[in-house]
């Protein structure tokens, strides 16, 4: 089971981390002014070879790679600097508001950051979560295999999961499952109604597994077994419900808590309390079998939360009492005005080479998404670009206090950064992309003497992580290595993001049908519905 904790199981979260940015968040201090262009560039200095010195030790570096497998307990983590923790895209654990990822298991993860790094004052030596997400099937096999660290979801603690993993907190918080219904198409008293019936639910899932109990019951009875409907992997448990609530499916099962929240939104649900196919199931996070300092430190961390705390109902009022995150994440202006960023990363990005989901990192990292934002350099707009950068000749974008303009005048300058500094083809793609980042944060001439400086330190100039970002971490301190390093770490979670929820409204642009615009997206899920149904029926013989 995905979802998360019901009232009497919220665990106690720190209140400041309302509005905390996450994943890095948009730095303290504005970026270093950028260099004027009025005055013309220099030719492309050389890497010079200098004498080389002790290489910096592994535990000073800031970020490694996100989709690289790495299997270590707590300790490795600490060293690395990082925990990488894999959550499941929703309107309630895990999403983007205003670019920004929020949700309850965002603000769990941050208290146990928290959690980890007391006592610490140093920030460079802090451990940091980054967040990947993925589709829920995905959670288990993807810590197994390395891809993450800890699988953020609240899981129902099953024998066949405790077979491939290992569980933290779960001894402390439990769930049950309800059954719910579509008030209008189905009339349910007791559980053996449920018997012959046709039931959607999550994707390997443990509604699945105590439907299959259930079903074992209905045989030894002499009843027809329920006909157990595997939703498409694409689709959260509040996209089930919504598909129950317009008809197209007739009942589901979820967590109690996540009903109660979700019927006081969609008014066609009948939430059956008395019709439950388990109850008071231990829940918790899902690590690795051979990660037991992690383990030990999640259960102390959980033992310290204790339930019914104050900060614990202000979290769950927040992600599952309060529903104006699902009502209404952004207004109608809000969206339409992302939307339309949107619609110009994307002409821009496609005009210069760059993945529009990059600059909307970048434009996050730089602004917030705020396009009214000025620093007291002078940078502005949604870009924090100079205005001397955007009048040079290499870039001659004017009244960069337009959207449209301030954003090709940052693209526009990050193309002149990588096409002129960093074109070298024994630079990949990514690292070209790394160093145009930090080009833009520090000025080119910077990154070249962090290049010089990485090999002379016997690190490889042409790769930013790992390397140059730990040159860069000498010379100039560590505010351009953060930098890159939250760029990397948002542009790879809306790249995971978008593969997932096309439905967004980070993700679509203002050409889109109405119904998505409107975050209406039941629509588009009745018909990835209808054709699971259809191709379960068809395995099962069913149609």
């Avoid at 140059?468 to 979670?493: D, F, N, P």
Wanted: charged fraction near 25%; aromatic fraction near 8%; include cysteine.
């Amino acid at each position: 089971m995905q979802d998360n904790l019901r009232p009497l199981v919220i665990v106690l979260l720190a209140a400041g981390l309302v509005l905390l940015l996450t994943l890095g968040g948009h730095r303290d201090e504005p970026p270093p002014e950028q260099p004027s262009l009025k005055q013309p560039y220099p030719d492309k200095p050389a890497i010079t070879e200098t004498p080389a010195t002790e290489a910096q030790p592994e535990h000073t570096r800031e970020i490694l790679d996100l989709t690289e497998r790495f299997s270590g307990d707590l300790g490795d983590m600490r060293k690395r600097k990082q925990i990488r923790a894999l959550v499941t895209y929703s309107r309630t654990d895990f999403f983007f508001y205003e670019g920004q990822a929020r949700g309850a298991q965002v603000e769990y993860l941050l208290a146990y950051e928290k959690f980890l790094n007391r006592g610490i004052k140093r920030p460079e030596n802090r451990v940091h979560i980054a967040f990947l997400p993925v589709p829920f099937d995905q959670l288990i096999p993807a810590l197994n295999a390395g891809r993450g660290d800890i699988a953020a979801a609240f899981l129902t603690i099953t024998p066949q999961r405790q077979a491939h993993v290992d569980f933290a907190t779960g001894g402390l918080f439990k769930v049950s499952e309800v059954v719910v219904s579509n008030k209008n198409k189905v009339k349910l008293e007791r559980i053996e109604d449920l018997s012959g019936k046709r039931v959607y639910v999550l994707s390997n899932s443990s509604y699945v597994q105590h439907l299959e109990q259930l079903n074992r019951t209905f045989a030894a009875q002499g009843l027809a077994p329920v006909e157990i409907v595997q939703a498409d992997s694409e689709l959260l448990s509040e996209d089930i419900l919504e598909l129950v609530d317009s008809g197209v499916v007739d009942i589901t099962v979820i967590d109690d808590h996540k009903a109660s929240l979700w019927r006081q939104l969609l008014p066609n649900l009948r939430v059956h309390e008395d019709l439950k196919t388990s109850r008071d199931n231990p829940i918790g996070w899902a690590i690795r079998k051979r990660n037991p300092e992690l383990r030990k430190s999640l259960n102390t961390f959980a033992v310290k939360l204790k339930k019914g705390s104050l900060l614990g109902n202000i979290l769950f009022k927040r992600y599952y009492s309060d529903t104006q995150w699902i009502k209404n994440p952004t207004t109608s202006k809000e969206l339409k005005k992302l939307t339309q960023s949107i619609d110009l990363f994307k002409k821009y990005g496609k005009q210069y080479g760059f993945d529009y989901l990059a600059l909307l990192a970048q434009a996050y990292q730089e602004s917030g998404l705020d396009h009214s934002k000025r620093s007291h350099h002078g940078a502005l707009g949604i870009m924090q670009i100079m205005p001397s950068t955007a009048r040079d000749t290499h870039v001659s974008i004017r009244n960069i206090s337009r959207l449209e303009n301030n954003i090709h005048a940052g693209t526009k300058y990050m193309a002149f950064l990588r096409d002129h500094y960093f074109s070298d083809p024994a630079i990949t793609s990514e690292n070209r992309q790394a160093f145009t980042w930090a080009a833009y944060n520090a000025g080119p001439t910077n990154v070249i003497k962090m290049r010089n400086k990485a090999k002379s330190m016997g690190l490889d100039p042409n790769v930013w992580f790992s390397n140059v970002e730990i040159a860069a971490s000498k010379l100039i301190g560590r505010e351009t290595v953060q930098y890159v390093a939250h760029i990397h770490k948002y542009y790879i979670a809306y790249k995971l993001a978008s593969s997932l929820r096309h439905d967004d409204p980070l993700f679509i642009s203002d050409a889109a049908p109405d119904s998505l615009r409107n975050n209406v997206t039941c629509r588009s899920r009745q018909t990835a519905a209808l054709k699971t149904a259809t191709h379960s029926n068809h395995a099962a013989g069913l149609s």
